[in-house]
């Protein structure tokens, strides 16, 4: 008799039990994001395609177009054109295009880029209507970054400046050559003399 | 109009007048409770439930009603034709008779009768008979078991409910609702029967089929049970009654516990609509934090438990009423 009436309050205490615990939940603030109105913030680790980043220093980007990364990627997806421009001591990226369509996101080239130009961007609203939606071109969208951090935009260089900064290299590697060698008969044509003094002295 | 009133003369046209209401009442409640329901649900789940249409997704089910009444209605083939097409009716008919009695405030009472209370749970025992008719009718093992779930079900509910509602007609000495409702203008009869609170809120959870007392269309086991051939607006015909037979038991609950009409400051027709709802919302709160009960555990409980207690407490009221 005890026992039926123990499991009739012990029942009626549990079941009080469970009110409590939906009704706390009842007045919780809710959690689902309202996704196309409402974003969330990724995480720090969050790991989406690889992007340039901006260097505080120089306010654009560290590549080097040393092509560490194309040559690195198991999907053979990035591509990157450098050039010299004159008045610089290093090769710069013209171009440099991720067809994101072919990546697994392994991180290799982050890895591997010997200036760590590269960082994982915590974009991810990635979706296209085509594959060629899929194509990063990331000087394009180092400029969109710049822009919305109110930095200076890193000008993609054109076709015509390009072959202009390679003709002025070549130009400039001309000239050089064309010094070093006058240089080297500039010694030659020293030299001999130089010898039959010593002979003279002898 | 006064054509109308005259030839029916004031009581009538109060018929007419109440009936018409009553019908726009049911529809715009079990829109606003389906709504409810879900918003309830979603809250206790952290999710924000229907947020599309409208704000919060408030017209969500009037765009489901409309769609509903789009619907084919299918009539599967070796149905008990008159029966299958009768069922919808039959459920939806004495819902709306209950609400003739119930007093919404002192003066909204379509009729007063003097037998109030039992034309309320006498006509919501024909419930029962149509969920057993759409069962039988359907040609479907589903919908049977529904039906004969729901009939086992109700017939055990059934007397712990009445012999409750026995010790408040005893207190009050009236079947009349607005005589109970009078009666509590000082204390309800919440605080003198907390007891009989508890077992008439547990009865009518298992007298309108819902968790977690709704084996009857246990969706998990039986499909949908006893409304699983139905489409378009015979479904919804069951879906509002559901809903609707919700509001009247909840309603039921106010008046012969929660004081009715009585409250400070806002007038009688609001208080009432306040206290149904928070009633509903406790029917609600029950359906997401409960699992299902089994069969066995579903009788057990009524003939075990709620049963003596139904007449330990009426007996009990019999005899402090008795000595004081």
Redo the contacts between chains.
């Keep these: 008799m005890m026992s039926y009436f123990k499991e009739?309050a012990v029942g009626f205490w549990s079941?009080i039990g469970?009110?409590a615990?939906?009704?706390r939940?009842?007045v919780?603030?809710?959690?689902?994001v309202?996704y196309p109105r409402e974003k969330i913030q990724m995480s720090p680790r969050y790991r989406g395609y690889p992007q340039l980043i901006i260097d505080p220093e120089t306010q654009t980007h560290k590549c080097i177009a040393c092509e560490m990364c194309a040559r690195t990627c198991p999907s053979q997806l990035i591509t990157v054109k450098g050039t010299k421009f004159p008045g610089e001591k290093q090769k710069r990226a013209t171009k440099y295009v991720h067809r994101h369509q072919y990546c697994s996101l392994c991180g290799l080239c982050v890895e591997v880029c010997p200036t760590t130009a590269l960082e994982f961007s915590p974009v991810y609203r990635l979706a296209g209507f085509s594959r060629e939606d899929c194509v990063l071109d990331h000087l394009v969208l180092l400029q969109a970054r710049q822009q919305a951090a109110g930095l200076p935009v890193t000008p993609v260089p054109t076709e015509e400046e390009i072959s202009a900064a390679i003709a002025a290299e070549a130009a400039a590697k001309e000239a050089r050559e064309k010094e070093a060698k006058a240089k080297a008969e500039a010694k030659k044509a020293a030299e001999p003399k130089a010898a039959p003094a010593k002979e003279d002295k002898e | 109009m006064e054509l109308v009133a005259q030839s029916l003369g004031s009581e009538g046209a109060r018929m007419i007048v109440g009936l018409i209401a009553v019908i726009a009442l049911v529809s715009v409640n079990a829109l606003f409770l389906i709504w409810m329901e879900r918003k309830v649900a979603a809250h206790m789940q952290l999710r924000p439930g229907p947020m599309e249409v409208g704000p919060h997704g408030a017209v969500q089910t009037v765009c489901d009603a409309v769609k509903l009444m789009g619907k084919e209605l299918i009539t599967p083939a070796e149905v008990d034709k008159p029966i299958y097409w009768l069922a919808p009716v039959v459920i939806f008919l004495p819902v709306l008779l209950s609400f003739l009695v119930i007093p919404f405030s002192s003066t909204w009472i379509i009729k007063d009768m003097n037998v109030g209370i039992i034309l309320i749970l006498a006509f919501s025992t024909l419930s029962v008979l149509s969920i057993l008719m759409a069962g039988w009718s359907s040609n479907n093992k589903y919908a049977v078991f529904g039906a004969i779930r729901s009939v086992a079900q109700n017939v055990a509910y059934e007397i712990p409910l009445l012999v409750t509602v026995m010790s408040i007609i005893l207190m009050v000495g009236s079947f009349k609702l607005s005589d109970i409702v009078t009666a509590q203008s000082g204390v309800w009869f919440v605080a003198v029967q907390p007891l009989a609170f508890i077992l008439y809120i547990t009865c009518a959870t298992a007298e309108t089929n819902r968790a977690p007392f709704d084996i009857p269309e246990a969706e998990s086991e039986l499909v949908a049970g006893f409304h699983t051939e139905y489409t378009g607006m015979r479904f919804a015909l069951f879906f509002l009654a559901e809903y609707t037979n919700m509001f009247i038991a909840s309603a039921v609950a106010t008046v012969l516990f929660l004081g009715g009409w009585h409250g400070p400051f806002l007038p009688g027709v609001v208080w009432f609509f306040i206290k149904v709802y928070a009633v509903i919302f406790l029917l609600m709160w029950f359906r997401w934090t409960f699992p299902r009960t089994r069969f066995d555990q579903l009788i057990t409980l009524s003939w075990k438990i709620l049963i003596p207690l139904a007449f330990v407490n009426l007996l009990i009221t019999a005899l402090v009423l008795k000595l004081r």
């Design positions: 009739i079941l469970g009110m615990v939906t009704i939940y009842f919780k603030p809710i959690v689902t309202q």
